[in-house]
């Protein structure tokens, strides 16, 4: 283990000093307003959630540091275990797993749940981006050389679909799509990608469980079934609107505390922050996601190797798909997928993964200027 | 190569700041639908959010309560005690049921029907499960709580007439309301809302309702309420005090009781204020409110004495013998007879082929206007009415407020019939003929009168001819509705002293058909008064020629027995009207009655005390919103949009 510090080409402590501190206080600031929000959740109560999310984030700041001061070239060494690692899990899951929320996701490790599709989405992003780490543009244009991409995403975007998790699926997807595209594939790849969806959407949909079509139905007319399916939706829109411009007021979103708003302290967090703390709250922690995505923008534009320009970009992209979908879904924009909002829901798994990817993220940065070999 | 790395490079930049502009284009997107949410629809989902978390709960008003006029309630709020069940607070509902029926009677019907809505409410919502808990009841659950979980007791209120069947008729009772009589206000869809459904209850009944409070309650998503957000206090009912006497009330009622089926008013003279008013038989107007038992129900509609109907409003009955100051009036103002007009009477009085029997059946010999009265004569009546004209005497009879509503409170109330000639023609299409009038002169034949006309009728004649109107509501809160001043009738002062004096001797001398009735107590005013028998039917020749004895026919059959009298007889004060349903003889039946009320009446003498006023106590407020506390329980309830 220690080699993989010593073999780096900085010391620990300058290592250290290079850590992006500005990157650093941005997640503080943003899982403050989680821990806020938490807090809030719970009726003015640390209990039960907000201790425990503040104590994983400890220990998630631990992890960060760790990844982000490992060797890049261990990472990149260390891709492919991961990645097949991670597949490996997911089968795992499949074959036998906890069953929660109606679908086989996680496996219990005791201290946590440990989700592999988590571990995969950083996994998929480090696999392409080692994958198009070595190639020429030439390359890349080759219609041949995107196969290996392909399964890359597709294998466990297959795997977790089956779980079902569709939500984590198509974010695995838009990610690795992201990724393809930045490495500079064919643009007609992209446009006939799009085409071929919309085509394949409604044979899709089709195979959607039962409770996937309802909540499409419900996206499309919350207001038909109020008091049934649609009734998060509504509910968090109530929320969200009735805080207004100044937001009812820290322990006084009544939607939240009086329980009308679901799933207020996981996929929800974002109606309950909005609620109590108005536009004002609302737009302060969209700028904070957006200084967040600046920041990855700027490390991967000063790597100079292709390894962790796409690496950090990939991982940026995926925190910023969460970010997406998390907000636009309780905003009423998408249906409701399930997906919790990063550094600010409450939950392990998501806070670790989030974490680990901005660790990576920090690794590109402090090991810009590696040779990475391929 | 180099150049190529710097193409890549050059190529991963430009497609990297698309990722980048479409990232914050998202973040744009996000944005302006947070603000689209919260700024321009912010209003419309604080109203959805209020609407939410805000139940209103109304707090069902305390009726006013109806009292005597010198205060004593006739109607009242009691406390009525209710055993109530948490289903949330009990881990086997049915079973802590069953074991509530160790201590007190739970039917079956009633555990089927609590376990059925237990299944449909929420869980911390207490379930009715007996009302009207008796104190030793209340004092065994109270005991045994810690072995009956969820079970709690609640104070709720309910009508109570504590003169239970005296005051039936006049007060009425409230009961629950039908789907028909929903307004709209929501304060009639509160469960156990009661409204008036007669009598004074009905008259009143808006009055008498108040104001339902209000309660704003902040409630989570099961609807429990979790703190109390607003309170708008309920506002008592206006009280109503009325111009009777209950006490006396009750005396009436109970000297009817000997009787199968009777009525009687009494009136105050001058002012027309109703001091009782009786129809026997009666009901407990209490049983309508808890709910009537059917077969209670069936017999009472069954009943031919009609317990339901106030007979001194809605009974109408030939006045009989009654009548004959209305007849003699109308000569007297007509000129036909005068104080020395004589005639002799002896049994009967032919007309054309017609023969008119007297009641005494070989005559009175020589009447004239006091003694035709004081014995009352029929022969004497007969043949002055002939002259007079019935339109005269139906004149006369209106003038005496006969023949119309009088216009009083309680709408039961019924016209009674006064004959004429333009009525017989619109009603049968023929003449009037001189025989009927001949009829009509002893108040029999068409004529109709209810009880309460003929005390009306008699106050009239006795308070220097005022044309005094029946009232019977003192006050409405603090608003007077009685009279005093009553426009005078168009008849001489000398007539009506004439009329008097016979109804004076009718009773103070020995030769009155009432004289035996008289008021002998010397600390009391002596009554005076006329007797009426009405035939039911007509008296064959047969009968006649037989000499049957009318107590000896079947009860529908016999005369109904009538009474006006006054008192006393020098200043009169009161009024008083007695009819006995098939009582055979107004002197035998309808006057001892008569005597006994008017006694009555002057030794508890209601006129000498004005109606009660609430000027006089200001506790009311108070009282309101200390009985507010322990108001009803009431299932919360949203009101309005």
Known sequence: ?374 | MAFREEEHAHNFSRRAFVIGFLQFLGLGILASRLAWLQVSQGHKYKTLSDKNRINMRMIAPLRGEILDRFGVPLAVNVQNYRALIVPEQTEDLKESLQKLREFIPVTEETIDRILKESKKTAKFIPLRVREDLTWEEVAKIEVHLPDLPGLMIDVGETRNYPYVESTAHIIGYVRSVSQEELTGDPLLTLPGFKIGKTGIEKVYDLEMRGRAGAMEEEVNVHGRAVRELSKKPMQSGTRVALSIDGELQRFVQEALSEHKSASAVVLDAHSGAVYAMASHPSFDPNMFVSGIPKDVWQAMNNDPTLPQTNKALAGQYPPGSTFKMITALAGLEAGTINRNTSVKCLGVYKLGRDKFHCWKRYGHGRMDIISAIQQSCDTYFYEMAVETGIDRIAEMAERFGLGKTLGFEIEEEKPGLIPDQAWKRKRFGNKWQPGETVVASIGQGYILTTPLQLAVMTARLVNGGYAVKPWITGYVGDQFKGAEQWPKIKVSDAHLAMVKKGMGAVVNTPKGTAYASQIIDENLGAMAGKTGTAQVRRITAEQRRLGVKNEELPWEQRHHALFVGYAPVDDPRYVCSVVVEHGVGGSSAAAPLAKKILEQVQIRDPAATDIYSFDKDKTTQDESVKRDMIGPFLPSREIGG
């Open chain 1, 1 to 374: 283990m220690s080699q993989m510090f010593l073999h780096s080409d900085q010391s620990i402590v300058r290592k250290l000093f290079a850590l992006n501190w500005g990157l650093v206080f941005l997640i503080i600031a943003v899982t403050s307003i989680g821990l806020i929000s938490l807090y809030s959740a719970a009726g003015g109560n640390f209990d039960p959630w907000a201790s425990r999310q503040f104590t994983r984030f400890c220990l998630g700041c631990f992890v960060m540091i760790i990844v982000a001061l490992i060797d890049i070239k261990w990472w990149y060494k260390l891709t492919w275990l991961i990645y097949f690692g991670g597949l490996g899990l997911l089968v795992f899951v499949e074959l036998k797993g906890h069953v929660g929320m109606g679908a086989q996701r996680w496996i219990d490790l005791g201290f946590i749940k440990l989700q592999p599709s988590e571990l995969m989405k950083i996994a998929v992003v480090m696999a392409l981006a080692r994958h198009f780490h070595g190639a020429s543009l030439g390359q890349v244009k080759r219609i041949t050389f995107l196969i290996i991409p392909a399964i890359i995403i597709l294998a466990p975007v297959a795997l977790v679909l089956l779980q079902p998790d569709l939500g984590t699926s198509l974010m695995i997807l838009m990610a690795g799509a992201g990724i393809i595209f930045m490495a500079g594939a064919p643009i007609w790849l992209f446009v006939s990608g799009i085409v071929g969806t919309a085509i394949c959407i409604p044979i899709a949909y089709q195979f959607l469980h039962e409770y996937q079509k309802k909540r499409v139905m419900t996206f499309l007319d919350p207001e038909s079934d109020p008091l049934g399916a649609g009734y998060h939706i509504t509910q968090s829109k109530i929320a969200l609107g009735s805080g207004g411009v100044e937001g009812k007021g820290f322990l006084q979103g009544t939607q939240s505390r009086l329980n009308f708003l679901p799933e207020k302290q996981t996929d929800f967090i974002f109606t309950l922050w909005a609620e109590e703390w108005g536009l004002f709250g609302g737009l302060v922690l969209l700028g904070l996601f957006a200084l967040i995505f600046g920041y990855c923008f700027w490390i991967a534009f000063r790597c100079k190797h292709n390894f962790g320009r796409y690496l950090a970009l990939g991982l940026s992209l995926n925190f910023s798909l969460y970010v997406f979908i998390n907000i636009s879904m309780v905003m009423g924009l998408i249906p409701v997928v399930g997906a919790p909002l990063p550094l600010v829901s409450y939950g392990g798994t998501s806070m670790l993964a989030a974490l680990a990817g901005f660790g990576l993220i920090m690794c590109c940065s402090i090991h810009r200027h590696s040779k990475v070999t391929r």
